[in-house]
């Protein structure tokens, strides 16, 4: 195979951190300043094409040719800075080597893997984002500077052979990685779904411009509003201030409050009593907490000159699972909109054109909290071109439906063949009520009401947050005490869950066991559950799914932990919790028993989500079924992609399980069952997988 390892330096006014590659590359000052290239094993080649060179002939013939597989990092920039100069080479023949790095487990950037893999002379070197500061970014004009608006090489000559060898360097890390993970061979389904990625990004998703500027002009006036009036009610100078407003609310109170965070304002305001002015200041700091336009601010940054937002996902953007990432938008955490379910669809439309006329005075009218409005409304603002609609496609509780399928928790899979009701089905179960009397189907597909309705809830609760063997903790963080239940109800659910699922709990640990075996014996081990296979070749992890496609974790060790029994008073559950932990985190409150046993425990290589640091990570059995639960998940959801481009419809954007498409207008309801039945479809590699979908069409996106 013939290789042709990439790296360039760059110019452009548009800043590519919130514009992103696209718009960044079709500014009109853009330019390509260093070119530093290898050819298979050969020494490094620098062009210095800012201070004359040329690109050189054989260069642009092993770009232009299908025989050359060019590699960078990143691919997708350098595949755009040479479109924006005249050479378009197709996306097939391009590999991104943080791809390959995030499919083995390491992180995206080239930096953060250069250090997890302790490289050495080949990892980035930090001078390097001063360097992009001074040559690569427009500059403010100075009377030092001579009101000049770049630097250019002549401006300083030292600085640009640095940049010169921080390219090259950057090639020389590249290259070193690849070399490292050669053996270890990204799926040819993953080249293919990388390659329908990059189309994906490249045919972008057209955005309202009208509302995304009406939300702005409309959010800036309200926040204005907001901030005059809560500074007329308490006095303050600056009533956005968290440290002057907490001060004032600590007076008003009567005690000294350690925050005045959105998650305690709801308590706030009931402490402050009904019509007084500490709690008309907190509603107000509520309503000021939920004024955010940044998504709207986004859009318009992004924005390319045919209308349409391009570059918003991040293949592999969750190296664990293989799942995407949002980037620019964030399309991964939109804002939910709940108008529709309280009013009628109808609404959005007279909404929409009110922001975009900018009619302040006339939503405040009819809308008490204008900030929840314009979030709630930030789906809408992604349109399709003229003549076409969405088709929205949605996976049916795709991650409940694996997770019974990988366990043969047969009544599950039952549920999910018959009427797809696991919320119901799962409080039918817990407490031994009839399926009907919570809710049940009519003649015409319609769900009907029973009596016990309001376990669906419970149901509901249970099944978002048990299934990776949570307990009354997760079931808070799904608003389990939200929705009124107390813990000693949370405690008895869990139990009720555990035991109507005992495949799924067997699950848990025999994940567990199996990961910890492979590790502690070097060798292959394969699983009851559809054949996964994990396997530890003295530096990686391998968890190798149905699918073909493998889960990394890197340099697992196997450490034995001695935990301690010990009883914990628990007086909203008006009883004692029992636990197991080490001593360092046992209270002095606490009881112990007496009882201690050893714990093996599997620890890996990983980014720390919280402090961002490569170190060394814990995991169980729960933890290893989410992971291969979701990348299973997204290994249905790439096939569907796969195959519904092949159909020959155009994606425009996927959101976690649901799939949007531009289709004609005039057959929008033919096409959308064409797309729900291809999501439906069995799967290969998931023979017994029950796989559901369903749709709508909408003239703007939103949630149906």
């Known amino acids: ?75 997708a920039f350098e595949r755009l800075c040479f479109r924006a100069v005249g050479y378009d080479t ?80 950057d090639v020389h890390a590249e290259y070193t990685i690849l070399q490292i993970l050669k053996d270890y061979h990204l799926p040819k389904f993953e080249h293919e779904m990388y390659n329908l ?58 005690r000294e409050l350690k ?45 390319c000159l045919d209308g349409r937002a391009h570059g918003l996902f991040q293949f592999y953007g969750a190296n664990r699972t293989g799942r995407w990432a949002g980037r620019l938008i964030q399309l991964q955490n939109l804002p939910q909109n709940k108008i529709g379910l309280l009013r009628g ?72 063949d018959s009427h797809g009701m696991i919320y119901e089905a799962s409080a039918s179960k817990m407490f031994s009520v009839p399926l009907e009397s919570i809710s049940y189907k009519n003649e015409f597909g319609e769900k009907i009401r029973g009596e016990n309705y309001d376990m669906r809830a419970k149901g509901k609760v249970a099944e978002l947050a048990l299934g990776y063997q949570g307990g009354v903790g997760a079931m808070v963080n799904m608003g389990g005490d939200k929705m009124g239940l107390t813990k000693k109800e949370m405690k008895a659910i869990v139990k009720a869950w555990r035991e109507a699922n005992p495949n799924i709990k067997d699950l848990w640990e025999d994940i567990e066991n199996c990961a910890i075996l492979a590790v502690r014996k070097g060798k292959e081990v394969v699983s009851e559950y559809r054949g996964i296979k994990f396997k530890y070749d003295g530096y990686v992890l391998m968890i190798t799914l149905p699918s073909g496609r493998s889960l990394f974790y890197q340099q697992p060790l196997i450490v034995t932990e001695t935990k301690y029994e010990f009883k914990r008073y628990d007086p909203e559950a008006e009883d004692y919790d029992i636990g197991w932990a080490p001593k360092n985190r046992i209270l002095k409150s606490d009881i112990q028993t007496g009882k201690s046993w050893d714990v093996d425990k599997l620890v890996y290589m990983g980014m720390n989500q919280t402090t961002k640091i490569w170190e060394r990570v814990d995991t169980y059995g729960g933890k290893l079924v989410e992971n291969i639960v979701q990348a299973i998940a997204r290994d249905l959801l790439a096939e569907s992609l796969v195959k519904i481009d092949k159909a020959g419809f155009d994606i425009v954007m996927h959101v ?44 703007y996106y939103k949630k149906d």
């Open 1 to 75: 195979m013939n290789n042709l390892y990439i790296d360039v330096e760059t110019f452009s006014s548009v800043d590519i951190m919130s514009s992103g590659a696209y718009a960044y590359t079709e500014s009109i000052d853009f330019e390509i300043l260093i070119l530093c290239y290898k050819i298979n094993d050969r020494p490094i080649i620098t062009v210095d094409l800012a201070s004359g060179d040329n690109l050189p002939l054989e260069f642009i013939d092993m770009l232009e040719s299908p025989h050359w597989t060019k590699h960078a990092h990143n691919a």
């Open 345 to 416: 669809w109808d609404e959005f439309d007279f909404i929409r054109e009110m922001v975009k006329a900018n009619d302040f005075e006339g939503l405040s009218l009819i809308y008490d909290d204008l900030g929840s409005l314009l979030s709630q409304l930030v789906r809408t603002a992604f349109i399709p071109e003229e003549g076409n609609t969405f088709g929205v496609a949605d996976f049916s509780a795709i991650e409940a439906r694996v997770i019974a399928w990988l366990a043969s928790e047969q009544w599950r899979l039952d549920v999910f």
């Open 197 to 254: 990625d990059q189309m994906i990004n490249d045919r972008g998703i057209r955005i309202d411009k009208q509302v995304a500027q009406g939300a702005i002009a409309v959010d800036t006036r309200n926040a204005s509003e907001l901030y005059k009036e809560m500074q007329d009610l308490s006095g303050l100078d600056n009533p956005n201030s968290p440290a002057q407003l907490k001060q004032w609310l600590s007076i008003q109170l009567g």
């Open 90 to 169: 197709p996306i097939e023949q391009w590999e991104c080597s943080a791809v390959k790095a995030a499919y083995c487990g390491l992180p995206l950037s080239l930096d953060n893997i250069s250090k997890a893999m302790k490289l050495g002379e080949a990892s980035k070197d930090a001078e390097g984002k001063a360097l992009i500061r001074y040559f690569s970014i427009p500059v403010k004009p100075t009377i030092i500077n001579g009101g000049r608006n770049r630097n250019l090489p002549h401006h300083n000559p030292e600085k640009w052979e640095k940049y010169k060898a921080y390219c090259k360097q």
């Open 259 to 303: 925050t005045i965070g959105k998650d305690v304002l709801a308590d706030l305001s009931k402490e402050a009593g009904h019509g007084s002015v500490a709690s008309k200041i907190i509603k107000l700091r509520a309503k000021a907490a939920k004024t955010s336009i940044k998504k709207y601010k986004a859009m318009l940054a992004c924005l």
């Open 656 to 699: 976690h399980d649901e799939v949007v498409c531009e289709i004609f207008k005039g057959a929008a309801a033919e096409e959308l069952k064409i797309i729900c039945d291809i999501m439906g479809e069995p799967v290969a590699w998931a023979e017994g997988l029950p796989l559901a979908a369903d749709g709508y069409v909408t003239e």
